[in-house]
T-cell receptor, first 119, second 108 residues
């Protein structure tokens, strides 16, 4: 199956610092990626849609200045949590919409996730 | 947006038993996927099944799009099947909406 790699898998930072999480599609080009957030024992909530070469679109209630998304290439999207606070501690997971021959297959593949702990 | 309901919320099985996990959704969908989330949080793709029936080893899935539900069957369950199973659906915008998940515990 398609491979999506996410890095780092775990990060601990001090309150007020910024953290960058990378999401890469390893064996296909992904013009569209999605970022999700998951709190303990809860479901995944969509945060934003990342589009290569254009601005991300954010879901209602997600602060775009807090969660900066950049999708500078067809295989890489980054999520930067700016001025992180303890309430930003969560599991962040990216996904990529798989393409085949330039067309969307419709199936999404997920990275391994990044567990952020803000002290 | 599309609503997704999964049932039952929790399921406890004895090793070797069979089980059926259900996913109901509120609108027509272009995408439906079943995932298994392992203890480390990674989502493992089980099935991409907006309609029809698929089988992969001990697992199979059926989606009846006209009646807006999907079923995941696990046969001869093993302890390694334990974890959370998510159903997720998307309309034309490809944005997956997840159900709350089903926590499966398989006891030896």
């Amino acid at each position: 199956g398609a491979v999506v790699s996410q890095h780092p898998s775990r990060v601990i930072c001090k309150s007020g610092t910024s953290v960058k999480i990378e999401c890469r599609s390893l064996d296909f080009q992904a013009t569209t990626m999605f970022w999700y957030r998951q709190f303990p024992k809860q479901s995944l909530m969509l945060m934003a849609t990342s589009n290569e070469g254009s601005k991300a679109t954010y879901e209602q209630g997600v602060e775009k200045d807090k969660f900066l998304i950049n999708h500078a290439s067809l295989t890489l999207s980054t999520l930067t949590v700016t001025s992180a606070h303890p309430e930003d501690s969560s599991f962040y997971i990216c996904s990529a919409l798989r393409t085949s021959g330039g067309a969307y297959t419709g199936e999404l593949f997920f990275g391994e996730g990044s567990r952020l702990t803000v002290l | 947006g599309i609503q997704v309901e999964q049932s039952p919320p929790d399921l406890i099985l004895q090793e070797g038993a069979n089980s059926t996990l259900r996913c109901n959704f509120s609108d027509s969908v272009n995408n439906l996927q079943w995932f298994h989330q392992n203890p480390w949080g990674q989502l493992i793709n089980l099935f991409y099944i907006p309609s029809g029936t698929k089988q992969n080893g001990r697992l199979s899935a059926t989606t009846v799009a006209t009646e807006r539900y999907s079923l995941l069957y696990i046969s001869s369950s093993q302890t390694t099947d334990s974890g959370v199973y998510f159903c997720a659906v998307a309309g034309a915008n490809s944005k997956l909406t997840f159900g709350k998940g089903i926590t499966l515990s398989v006891r030896p």
